[in-house]
């Protein structure tokens, strides 16, 4: 049973560019989270989304900042014209309903 | 609102020494607890995880954390560490919810350096 996977590991964009951040949860788990962790500090809740649905967005940036989890495919965390700022470690956690959350290994993004 | 704290930023340790470090958090309503270990370059793992029942857990490489609801603590415990338990440890809480899981609220963690 694969784990969470994240791609890519790695991510390198220009200020003012768009950046796409896919998560795959485990099999059989409906229910994903994503976390950034800025240098130095733990990780901080960003959105939990099922399915189609975003549950939970307290933690998302206002501005520049989405999340998606559709019917088919991986969930993506889109931030658009990236700043400095937004360089960070992102991760995306899956758990069955009521269950244990299951961390990727991370996308590192960094901002030039 | 949830708040971890872990009072403990950097502790380094001898191979063989014991260790806890410590783990509050302030919510007024039931939780659910868990450390997490990052090792270097690595994703979060789950080390070990309270949700009810005996308040003492015991967990993956020989940890154990004792949950003590009067003082709102979930400290982490082993009695011997290894050099290969350098690593960086979480301490997160969930609120208890009916029908639905909930997201997590990290502590800042704790760099752990064990030296030979």
């Known amino acids: 049973n694969a784990g969470v996977m994240q791609n890519p590991r790695h991510l390198v964009r220009r200020r003012g560019q768009e950046a796409r951040l896919r998560c795959s949860p485990m099999?059989?788990?409906?229910?994903v989270y994503w976390y950034r962790q800025l240098p130095e500090e733990g990780l901080k809740f960003m959105v939990y989304l099922q399915k189609e649905n975003i549950i939970d967005e307290s933690g998302m940036p206002k501005e520049r900042f989405s999340a998606e989890f559709p019917k088919e495919g991986p969930s993506i965390l889109r931030i658009q014209q990236v700043v400095r700022g937004d360089s960070a470690a992102y991760f995306c956690?899956?758990?069955?309903?009521?269950?244990?959350?299951?961390f990727g290994p991370g996308t590192r993004l960094l901002v030039l | 609102a949830q708040s971890v704290s872990q009072h403990n930023h950097h502790v380094i340790l001898s191979e063989a020494a014991s260790l806890e470090l410590g783990c509050n958090y302030s919510?007024?309503?039931?939780?659910?607890l868990f450390w997490y270990v990052q090792y270097p370059g690595q994703h979060l793992q789950l080390l070990l995880k309270?949700?009810?029942?005996?308040?003492l857990v015991k967990g993956i490489k020989g940890f154990e954390a004792e949950f003590i609801k009067s003082k709102f603590s979930f400290n982490l415990r082993k009695p011997s560490v290894q050099w290969s338990d350098t690593a960086e440890y979480f301490c997160a809480v969930n609120a208890c919810s009916t029908g639905t899981a909930s997201k997590l609220t990290f502590g800042t963690g704790t760099r752990l350096q064990v030296t030979l």
């Open positions: 956690a899956s758990s069955p309903k009521q269950e244990t959350q299951y």
């Open positions: 099999k059989g788990h409906s229910h």
């Open positions: 919510y007024g309503g039931t939780v659910n």
């Open positions: 309270y949700f009810s029942g005996d308040p």
